[in-house]
């Protein structure tokens, strides 16, 4: 980040925005330039253009930013001024595309409160439609960034993610950050109970208590997603449900934290989440527009985790062994999954003990040595592949192995199947073990 690009008006409301923008270029050594747009309205008289009615207001405007940066200089800050006749968000867009900056910091300014702050407002539309990381700076903002002494420690950062391309592009920008300035970065996730239950294949959620096992599942799957975005496994994530009753709540969890900045991504539409968090937002929001999401280049890492379907057929069964095998060179864990027929009142407790039972009585023989470990899974559903699917979300396996039916020999060994319906929704890897695969255990150290 060589430059941060500051836009301000001339008002005492600027004071916070170039505070906040002059505590960043200090912690992270960036040059910081000061930009007033002179708005110069469409359609004006000819006769207010021709004399020197602009430049004696560009001159104006000069002096009143030249002594603003000039204060910004004493305190060791390079700062440069510019001042260019235009449209607001013209003039602030066209600057930014010329000098490329870091980092673009802008205010807000609320018409109808705070509620409003966004309505159609300069900062909105250059949201929308910048390709450059904003901090937008509320006009209540408060916080340690709007001091003119130098921070004490590092920066804290709040940052609100999810598993979109608007989430990974603010991963990728404090990637980029937190290896020029190493930062105090903490990450949140909301979720809305009834659609992960539903996902998960599991009951109604508690509106009081959180599922353990949706949060464990989440934090999972999320925590993956953060390693290979940010290059930091050992960033704290906090997942908590959200029930959409609360105003600004990454806003609220930010300021909880006692954050310095909050960071979200924007996928620039009006429904962005970018723009609901700084409505009620008392600190700055850096708000990164979603691109081509950088993906740093990763090792290939070995399967560890198998999930296993039968249904306790012959065919269902071959399936056993060759997910077995997989593991008998470095060991890992094995879920055997069974979807049983639901029953009026739900699965019988006898009868799904019997079911963990019958699985375990599947597990070939000396898996121990290997040191491969097995847990069963039993669901009940109607739909059998959307209950493998719900599962294996769960469970969050490397692989996938289950069996074909091979109804009509081995080139179309899933079509019209359960395998199939899997396949096709499966957000993991799928191994079909077609109908023909009768290889027993015991010669997998000869074949692999």
Same mark, same amino acid.
């Given at each position: 980040?060589e430059?941060?690009?500051? #836009?301000? +008006?001339?008002?005492?409301?600027?004071?916070p925005v170039m505070a906040?923008?002059?505590s960043?270029?200090?912690?992270?050594?960036?040059?910081?330039e000061? @930009? *007033?747009?002179l708005?110069?309205p469409?359609?004006?008289?000819?006769e207010?253009?021709?004399?020197?009615?602009i430049l004696?207001?560009?001159? =104006?405007?000069?002096?009143?930013l030249?002594?603003? #940066?000039?204060a910004?200089?004493?305190?060791?800050?390079d700062?440069?001024?510019?001042?260019?006749?235009?449209?607001v968000? +013209?003039?602030?867009l066209?600057?930014a595309?010329?000098?490329?900056?870091?980092l673009l910091?802008?205010?807000?300014?609320?018409?109808?409160?705070?509620a409003?702050v966004?309505i159609?407002g300069?900062?909105?539309?250059?949201?929308r439609? &910048?390709?450059?990381a904003?901090?937008?700076?509320p006009?209540?903002?408060?916080?340690?960034?709007?001091?003119?002494?130098?921070?004490?420690?590092r920066?804290?950062i709040?940052?609100g993610?999810?598993?979109?391309?608007?989430s990974?592009a603010?991963?990728?920008w404090?990637r980029r950050?937190d *290896?020029?300035a190493r930062?105090d970065l903490?990450?949140?996730h @909301?979720?809305?109970?009834?659609?992960e239950? =539903?996902?998960?294949?599991?009951? *109604?959620p508690?509106?009081?208590?959180?599922?353990?096992e949706?949060?464990?599942v989440?934090?999972?799957?999320l925590?993956t997603?953060?390693a290979m975005?940010?290059?930091?496994?050992d960033?704290?994530l906090?997942?908590?449900p959200?029930?959409?009753?609360?105003?600004?709540?990454?806003?609220?969890?930010? =300021?909880?934290?006692d954050?310095?900045l909050?960071?979200?991504?924007t996928?620039?539409r009006?429904a962005?989440?970018?723009?609901?968090?700084?409505?009620?937002?008392?600190?700055p929001?850096?708000c990164?527009?979603?691109?081509?999401?950088?993906?740093p280049?990763?090792? @290939?890492?070995?399967?560890?985790?198998?999930?296993? &379907? &039968? +249904?306790?057929s012959?065919l269902?069964?071959?399936?056993?062994?060759?997910g077995?095998?997989?593991l008998?060179?470095?060991?890992?864990? $094995?879920v055997?999954? *069974?979807?049983?027929?639901?029953g009026p @009142?739900g699965?019988d407790p !006898?009868?799904?003990?019997e079911?963990?039972?019958?699985?375990? #009585?599947?597990?070939?023989?000396?898996? +121990?040595r290997?040191?491969?470990? &097995?847990?069963?899974?039993?669901v009940? !559903?109607?739909s059998?592949a959307? #209950?493998?699917?719900k599962?294996?979300r769960?469970?969050?396996?490397?692989?996938?192995?289950?069996s074909?039916?091979g109804?009509?020999?081995?080139?179309?060994?899933?079509?019209?199947s $359960?395998?199939?319906?899997v396949?096709?929704?499966?957000?993991?890897?799928?191994l079909v073990?077609?109908?023909?695969?009768?290889?027993?255990?015991?010669?997998?150290?000869?074949?692999?």
């Open positions: 980040m430059t941060i690009l500051c #836009a301000v +008006d001339l008002s005492e409301a600027a004071r906040v923008a002059a960043l270029a200090r912690a992270w050594h960036a040059r910081l000061l @930009l *007033h747009v708005h110069v469409p359609g004006w008289p000819t207010f253009l021709d004399g020197n009615v004696d207001l560009r001159r =104006e405007a000069t002096a009143a030249e002594s603003r #940066a000039a910004l200089r004493a305190t060791g800050i700062v440069r001024a510019v001042v260019v006749p235009d449209l968000d +013209d003039g602030i066209k600057h595309r010329a000098t490329n900056p870091g910091v802008i205010g807000t300014h609320a018409r109808h409160g705070l409003h966004f159609g300069t900062a909105e539309r250059i949201i439609t &910048t390709t450059w904003v901090v937008v700076v006009p209540a903002a408060r916080g340690r960034l709007l001091s003119n002494e130098p921070l004490a420690g920066i804290k709040v940052a993610i999810d598993l979109s391309p608007a990974d603010a991963l990728g404090l950050i *290896h020029q930062c903490g990450l949140v @909301l979720y809305w109970p009834p659609r239950h =539903e996902r998960l294949g599991l009951g *109604h508690d509106p009081f208590e959180a599922e353990p949706v949060t464990a989440l934090a999972r799957e925590g997603h953060v975005h940010l290059g930091r496994a960033v704290p906090r997942v908590r959200l029930w959409g009753s609360e105003d600004d709540p990454l806003a609220w969890e930010a =300021e909880t934290d954050a310095d909050l960071v979200v991504g996928s620039q009006r962005s989440t970018a723009l609901g968090a700084i409505r009620g937002a008392h600190l929001v850096v990164v527009p979603a691109g081509r999401p950088e993906v280049a990763g090792r @290939l890492m070995p399967v560890r985790t198998v999930l296993i &379907t &039968t +249904d306790f012959p269902g069964n071959a399936a056993i062994a060759e077995y095998r997989l008998m060179r470095g060991g890992g864990h $094995v055997l999954l *069974h979807v049983a027929e639901p @009142l699965l !006898d009868r799904r003990n079911i963990e039972t019958c699985l375990l #009585a599947l597990i070939p023989n000396g898996m +121990d290997y040191a491969i470990r &097995t847990r069963t899974l039993v009940d !559903d109607a059998c959307q #209950a493998i699917i599962a294996i769960r469970v969050g396996p490397d692989l996938v192995v289950m074909s039916h109804r009509s020999g081995l080139r179309r060994a899933v079509r019209g $359960v395998a199939e319906d396949m096709r929704a499966s957000p993991k890897p799928v073990v077609p109908a023909s695969s009768d290889v027993p255990i015991e010669s997998a150290d000869d074949r692999m």
